[in-house]
């Protein structure tokens, strides 16, 4: 908790004549804001370290002497000698004039602006920046009115492509360094530099190295100028023809706040916002681009019902859809309710409580994903209702653990919190198969574990013969991968048990916490609830005005797919489910063909909807209002940017079945959903214990073949990508990773020069990938989990099982 400072431990100086005072180490730029004085500057940025770099905020200084009488910084005889206020900082007694009182300061200045425009070109009115551009406002307020220059300004080639997405003006640079500096401090990619000297210093990459990082977009927002662009935006629009919405981004659990520009009904780009408690200024390039796949051509923007003489599906009106719907479900019986993690947390509750009320099953899960039953015990005992665990924690850990998590890839605000972090005290340590190149931006420690391995390395890590020292005051994160590792999350609740660390658990999609807590489990109802205790159920139900609610724990995923085979579920409503993502790709497929009716809720079409019964258009994050709960349980609501008929909220939609089936939800808006939320409270009885559950085998690699270990990478094939070229353009190229000895077994007579592939096989087929040395352990092979294909599930073999690999030289 930040606490405000003893007026002792403030230092007093006069700025334009105002007393301030200010914590020590307070810049003098940053003290005259609080004054309301704006000092012009380019190359300052409050999250990032001082560099004096443009000159722009020079002002007149003078420091008390020995005597106690103040003594102007002189520079030649006689002659004031201008300071960089973003450089200083502010000392007891010291006396500030800025351009507001002192003309010497705002003669530097304006002479300082005069330099910046000798080269700079005047091309405002097609430049990206005109409008929202400091130059052009600086140079109105801090400027001459006339230029002096008559000669021929510098020109260069342009755009030149720092990366598929980043293009660079070169000619309107002003050597301000944020990109740089951002660069190397914040995100830890230095792939841009400032190179050559004096006039012909230039921002410029490194000889066949584009700027590759997952967080790139973060350079054009804070370029003072417009000399670093977005090629997706380039040329799209103007600042003042675009409205202006905040939100919360859509594609981690990580909560991070933006805001969305948009113009006739239409989005044209999205910024950081600014939340110092979240993503501070930073987002990814992920949350800053990847928002065109819901303007994508095969958007649904009409219900569809099956004919039942064509077969086909045709387009329905929606009083129409809703009634087939409600009649295919009740006539195929015995239904379940399967939906992805990208719904929001008043969708959420919407299919819980459909799933409760309207088919009276607790056969729900939104976990369109490898799962395990002690992963659902751990959600109910462990995650649901906790937030031990912040971003300001980060801060102040000794020690962060990482188990099953990626944070580069899975949860980019994360990352850069820890990055922070770990320029301070905390160490960050990473249990997983190698040291990636998120875990060497961190500085960090590798305990090499292969996948299935993991209850046996955290049983150690507080033992000092690994060197971790996993105490009191660490922070353990678990990835949900571990859903896949027998025994792990068991290991790491003992392990936080035994040292008092806490335990924070990170999804990787944005509603999957917000599922959690709304009861899309089929152990919990929301807020929550252990379905199998009584006095849950009564209270849940006196709530939703109805007599009694299913007692037995249901099915999760996994058992609603076999059900589905079997003939026991026969009927099924999905949303956001990809079959691709499931643990049996094939499997899930045979299931939705197998229903007796199937209802899907989706944004666009896609192989889930070819195959049901009756399609709902449902509206994407941009077209309604609603909340997602971050991994550390924080409540980040948003409202809709646009007014969209076509599509409704999935609540709505469910609403509307639900009245058909003479079992109503009691609610059709975001704002009804949010009261009901709020009026029905957390669970305040006991928790359910967790259950690790029947110990399990740790799959070993059969003789001959490699253990997989895999996981998505930031940029993929995913489809909230879509439609968006360039960030698909800047994806790290998929690659397969194998230690020292597996590849010079298969490599090692590679002729020079050659580039090794490899060939990998598994029970779902084969893949063939270039190859790439990294400190696995031996027997393990990793490849990114859906950059190739339609990603490892469906085309190679499951996590942790084994595969083969052949490798030849291309």
């Known amino acids: 908790m930040t606490t405000t400072p003893e007026k002792t431990d403030l230092v007093t100086l006069t700025i334009d004549g105002i007393s301030v005072s200010v914590p020590p180490g307070t810049l003098v730029i940053r003290a005259a804001e609080q004054v309301g004085v704006q000092i012009p500057r380019f190359c300052d940025h409050p999250l990032l370290a001082p560099v004096g770099a443009c000159r722009q905020c020079l002002v007149e200084v003078a420091l008390p002497g020995p005597d106690g009488t103040l003594k102007q910084m002189q520079g030649p005889p006689g002659r004031m000698k201008p300071q960089a206020s973003c450089t200083i900082v502010a000392t007891e007694g010291m006396e500030v004039r800025t351009q507001i009182s002192s003309p010497g300061a705002d003669k530097a200045q304006q002479g300082i ?99 590759e990082s997952y967080f790139s977009g973060n350079t054009i927002q804070i370029c003072p100028v417009g000399a670093l662009t977005s090629a997706e935006y380039r040329f799209r629009s103007r600042p003042f023809d675009l409205v202006s919405n905040p939100s919360i981004a859509e594609h981690d659990a990580c909560g991070a706040a933006i805001r969305v520009d948009h113009r006739r009904g239409k989005v044209m780009r999205r910024l950081a916002g600014n939340d110092p408690e979240v993503n501070e200024e930073w987002i990814t390039d992920k949350d800053r681009f990847a928002f065109s796949y819901a303007q994508a051509a095969d958007r649904l923007s009409y219900p ?24 295919g479900l009740r006539e195929a019986g015995a239904g379940a309710v399967l939906t992805g993690g990208r719904v929001t947390a008043e969708d ?67 990352f850069l919190r820890l990055r922070k972090a770990t320029k301070g005290t905390t160490r960050v340590v990473s249990v997983a198969p190698y040291t990636t190149r998120g875990l060497t931006k961190l500085g960090g420690q590798l305990v090499p574990t292969a996948p299935g391995d993991e209850a046996a390395a955290l049983a150690g890590l507080d033992s000092s013969g690994t ?30 048990g035994r040292t008092g660390a806490r335990l924070a658990w990170v999804p990787r999609r944005a509603g999957d916490r917000g599922a959690v807590e709304a009861g899309c489990l089929p152990t919990l109802l929301p807020g929550g609830r252990p379905v199998t205790d009584a006095r849950a159920r009564v209270d849940a139900a006196a709530a939703w005005g109805v007599d009694s609610l299913p007692d037995k724990a249901g099915r999760d995923a996994d058992a ?107 609610f059709r808006t975001v704002e009804a959903v949010r009261a009901e939320m709020s009026s029905l409270g957390p669970w305040d009885g006991a928790r359910p214990a967790f259950e690790q559950g029947r110990p399990a085998k740790v799959p070993r690699a059969k003789a001959g073949s490699l253990r997989l270990a895999t996981w998505k990478q930031m940029i993929d094939n995913g489809s909230m990508q879509d439609a968006d070229a360039h960030l698909r353009a800047t994806a790290r190229r998929p690659v397969a990773r194998l230690g ?32 790439e040395v990294a400190d696995l352990p031996d027997g393990v092979v990793w490849v990114p989990a859906n950059s190739v294909g339609r990603g490892v599930l469906a085309d190679l073999a499951s996590p942790g099982s084994s595969v083969t690999v052949k490798g030849a030289g291309a």
């Open 113 to 211: 602006m005069e330099f910046l425009l000798v080269n700079h070109p005047l091309d405002c009115p097609v430049c990206d920046k005109g409008g929202e551009c400091p130059l052009q406002n600086q140079a109105m307020s801090n400027g001459r009115g006339e230029s002096r220059y008559d000669g021929v300004k510098r020109t260069f080639p342009k755009p030149i492509n720092i990366s598929a997405q980043v293009l660079l003006d070169r000619e309107r640079c002003v050597l301000c360094a944020r990109c740089t500096r951002f660069s190397e401090e914040i995100a830890g990619d230095p792939f841009i530099a400032l190179i050559e000297r004096g006039a012909l210093q230039q921002v410029g990459i490194y000889e066949k190295e584009p700027f």
């Open 560 to 666: 609603i797919v076999a059900g589905l085979v079997s003939g026991d579920v026969r009927g099924l409503v999905i949303g956001g489910v990809d079959p691709d993502d499931t643990r049996d790709p094939a499997a899930t497929r045979a299931a939705i063909e197998a229903a007796a009716f199937v209802v899907a809720l989706e944004l666009r079409e896609t192989d889930v909807t070819r195959a049901a019964d009756v399609v709902f258009p449902v509206a994407p994050v941009t077209d309604k209002a609603g909340t997602f709960v971050t991994w550390d349980g924080r409540v980040r609501a948003f409202e809709a940017v646009f007014s969209n008929p076509a599509s409704l909220p999935d609540l709505r939609i469910l609403s509307g079945i639900a009245d058909e089936l003479d079992a109503p939800i009691g």
């Open 467 to 496: 060197g971790v020292g996993v105490d009191a005051h660490s922070v353990i994160m678990l990835g949900e991968r571990l859903a896949t590792s027998p025994g792990a999350l068991a290991a790491a609740v003992e392990l936080a």
């Open 740 to 771: 020292q000895t597996a590849y010079d077994d298969l490599f090692g007579m590679l002729d020079p020069g050659a580039v090794p592939q490899a060939t990998l096989t598994g029970d779902r087929g084969s893949v063939t990938l270039p190859v």
């Open 348 to 414: 959420a509750y919407a299919y819980a409580k459909f799933a409760r009320v309207a088919l009276a099953t607790n056969d729900i899960d939104f976990r369109s994903r490898p799962l395990s039953a002690e992963e659902t015990s751990f959600l109910g005992s462990h995650v649901a209702l906790s937030g031990d665990v912040t971003y300001a924690d980060f801060d102040k850990a000794s020690v962060v653990v990482l188990v099953g998590f990626e944070p580069e890839d899975e949860a980019g605000t994360i």
């Open 304 to 327: 569809s019902v099956r004919d039942e003489e064509t077969g086909e599906l045709r387009p329905a009106s929606w009083p129409e859809a809703f009634a087939v719907a409600a009649r």
